[in-house]
Nanobody, 122 residues
Framework: QVRLVESGGGLVQPGGSLRLSCAAS????????MNWYRQAPGKERELVAG????????NYADSVKGRFTVSRDNAKNTVYLQMNSLKAEDTAVYYC???????????????WGQGTQVTVSS
């Protein structure tokens, strides 16, 4: 059974930091690119950060560049999102996503966690 379980969300003041974790199970974690998305009330879900399967490459939304850092530990089947200098506009539910395309069959695999709330407010 595939599971992605996010943790680490909460309430933080502007300028503060949080570290989100996403623990994966039920699939070969090291084969999957991992992404963090977020969805604020009334807005579409957006990609925040991504990291390739072996962690060799990362990408970020312009709005979080220089403040957020995505990393992974394939030995622990966990992906992280370090969020610094948080702003009110970072308030959202943050979702962990695992994604892979089978090179032989082109079948797409796409898994989601249940999300964790991040609220930035004074």
């Amino acid at each position: 059974q595939v599971r992605l379980v996010e943790s680490g969300g909460g309430l933080v003041q502007p300028g503060g930091s949080l570290r989100l974790s996403c623990a994966a199970s039920g699939f070969t974690f090291s084969d999957y690119a991992m992404n963090w998305y977020r969805q604020a009330p009334g807005k579409e879900r957006e990609l925040v950060a991504g990291i390739t399967s072996i962690g060799g490459s990362t990408n970020y939304a312009d709005s979080v560049k220089g403040r957020f850092t995505v990393s992974r530990d394939n030995a622990k089947n966990t992906v992280y999102l370090q969020m610094n200098s948080l702003k009110a506009e970072d308030t959202a539910v943050y979702y962990c996503n695992a994604r892979r395309v089978d090179r032989m069959t082109s079948r797409r695999y796409n898994y989601w966690g249940q999300g964790t709330q991040v609220t930035v407010s004074s």
